[in-house]
């Protein structure tokens, strides 16, 4: 909520509504401290009312007049309230899409977050779209499922993916980590040609459709896994 601003001098300075939930980083490391270390993973449900928050704001800026891309979305740039209710923040490097198809390459900036979400056509200076969102939005969701960094696996030097990225090559994060039911919402929205990548609305839509998964079959429940195995098995705390 905007509050006001100060604009006697530079830097322009806005003021927003206070959220002492913080971001939500900085949440699951908290949650992930308080359980032994362990990967923090919130109840299904939970994660469909984050994700449908961002969703609904990526709708709101991608539809406005002149479309916003956000071109920073991550977890440290979702904020929570006292309630947990979450809201996108920090714009500081959004654009206005131009009415009529351009030549210009927009750049982003980089960072060691940034460089986890960011699409691979901003990596390379490809002309892109509102889709880069859309691509971050997917390794935001899977960050929220899975309670891991993107590119876990790939190590803790962010530059590794990007390098892939600029090879040609196309890395994606192990959705064997996340809820089943997202699995497929997040493939869909980090396809590798941007035009398939579903819109916002798309998205609020197909989250708004998420069932509870505990009736779900997982693997842990199909025999294929050792009795210790299933007994580690997370979908247990869903």
Request: proline share 7%.
């Amino acid at each position: 909520m905007f509050i006001g601003a100060c604009l006697e001098e530079p830097p322009v300075i806005f003021v927003t509504e206070f959220m002492p939930g913080g971001d939500l980083e900085r949440f699951y490391a908290i949650k992930r401290r308080g359980t032994l270390n362990r990967h923090y993973r919130p109840p299904l449900p939970q994660i469909t009312r984050w994700a449908g928050a961002v969703a609904r704001a990526l709708t709101f800026l991608h539809n406005c007049t002149r479309p916003i891309i956000h071109r920073d979305l991550k977890p440290m740039n979702l904020l929570l309230t006292r309630s947990l209710d979450l809201k996108v923040a920090d714009f500081g490097i959004s654009k206005l899409m131009h009415k009529r198809p351009t030549s210009a390459r927009y750049k982003m900036t980089g960072g060691i977050g940034t460089c986890m979400y960011m699409a691979p056509e901003v990596v390379r200076h490809e002309r892109y779209t509102e889709k880069v969102d859309i691509f971050s939005f997917a390794l935001t969701l899977y960050f929220m499922s899975s309670g891991k960094d993107p590119f876990h696996e790939m190590g803790e030097d962010p530059e590794v993916i990007l390098t892939e990225y600029i090879r040609g090559n196309e890395p994606r994060p192990n959705l064997d980590e996340c809820h089943l039911v997202l699995k497929e919402i997040i493939k869909d929205a980090w396809q590798v040609t941007p035009a398939s990548r579903p819109s916002a609305k798309e998205m609020v839509m197909r989250l708004s459709e998420v069932k509870d998964e505990r009736n779900s079959l997982c693997i842990c429940k199909s025999g294929s896994l050792l009795p210790a195995e299933q007994r580690s098995c997370e979908c247990a705390l869903m």
